[in-house]
């Protein structure tokens, strides 16, 4: 018999089949997976029968089983014999994507300490090592409500009086008017590797710093798998996007705020989580309707080294 992570060519697919124990009858399968042959958590096997297009078929948690699919008229050549077809289909809603997958293992800690200090004028924060990230605003849209800048985001020019020629931009928010949930400047934060996106690994650091001025009341927030939707890379499905998070109260001048990950707490009304920085999805500073209108700079945005923690 075949075993897991072998290639079965088309006429053994009988043997293929019986790798995989609830699969009852003779079925034509379709597999979708990042790799040619092979199932991960990223993918699920469906069993397309005569009776029924669609039912389930071997889904444990972890998916570890390969087959090929039945030649089609015209099919190319893709794996396991002449004729065969691959079909990626999505996770089942509430499926946690690293379990089994590529980031099951967790990733290396990163070493890259800055996240952005906004010289270079655009939307990605600084480049890392394997680090892909990228700078947003959104708020609730309530009709009439103000955000600047809205979506795209771009860092703006200092006041003459503040600027230097190291240092002449930083982010600057303002909004006004939303009555729902308030607004956020965010960033998100993933391990990258050839196309394969994982949770960022900050573990080898105590939190985060950054500079800013006010005034006004804002939230830092942490985002994890467990507070963050599946089509936002997470894993939560009800209750969401109660983020581990500090409250920063700004002056009206520059300042140095800092963050360590044992002051992180969430707000008591979404889904629970152990804060676990080994796997952060991104970075948020969000303002709520009683804090709103907001006005606020931000800058010299960074991960705080463990040693220098206060």
């Not at 697919?13 to 609830?22: F, L, M, N, Q």
């Not at 087959?67 to 079909?87: D, L, N, Q, Y």
């Not at 002449?168 to 391990?191: D, I, K, N, Y």
Request: charged share 20%; with cysteine.
């Amino acid at each position: 018999m075949a075993t897991p992570g072998t290639l079965v060519p088309w006429p053994d697919r009988r043997t293929a089949i019986g790798i995989c124990a609830d699969c009852h009858r003779d079925a034509d399968f379709q597999i979708g997976s990042p790799r040619p042959g092979h199932c991960t958590s990223m993918t699920r096997l469906r069993r397309e029968s005569t009776w029924g297009a669609g039912l389930l078929c071997c889904l444990p948690i972890v998916f570890l089983c390969c087959a090929t699919t039945k030649p089609e008229a015209g099919g190319s050549a893709v794996f396991g014999g002449k004729g065969a077809m691959v079909k990626e289909l999505p996770l089942p809603t509430g499926s946690k994507p690293e379990a089994g997958g590529p980031c099951a293992g967790g990733t290396r800690p990163s070493d890259t300490a800055l996240i952005d200090d906004f010289e270079d004028g655009d939307a990605k924060p600084f480049k890392g090592y394997q680090r892909e990230a990228w700078w947003f605003t959104v708020s609730d849209k309530t009709q009439g409500s103000v955000l600047s800048p809205d979506g795209t985001f771009k860092p703006a020019a200092l006041p003459p009086a503040e600027a230097s020629r190291d240092n002449a931009f930083a982010a600057h928010v303002t909004a006004s008017g939303q009555t729902e949930w308030g607004m956020t400047f965010s960033t998100t934060l993933r391990w990258s590797n050839e196309g394969v996106h994982c949770p960022l690994n900050v573990s080898a650091f105590g939190g985060i710093k950054f500079r800013a001025k006010g005034p006004g009341t804002i939230q830092l927030k942490v985002e994890v798998p467990g507070t963050t939707p599946p089509d936002y890379g997470g894993e939560c499905s009800k209750n969401c996007y109660d983020s581990p998070s500090k409250l920063i109260r700004l002056s009206d001048h520059w300042e140095e705020y800092q963050a360590r990950w044992e002051q992180l707490q969430q707000g008591g009304w979404g889904a629970e989580v152990r804060f676990d920085p080994a796997r952060v999805l991104g970075l948020a500073f969000a303002v709520g309707v009683a804090a709103l209108p907001a006005d606020f700079w931000v800058d010299d945005v960074a991960l705080l080294p463990k040693a220098t923690a206060p």
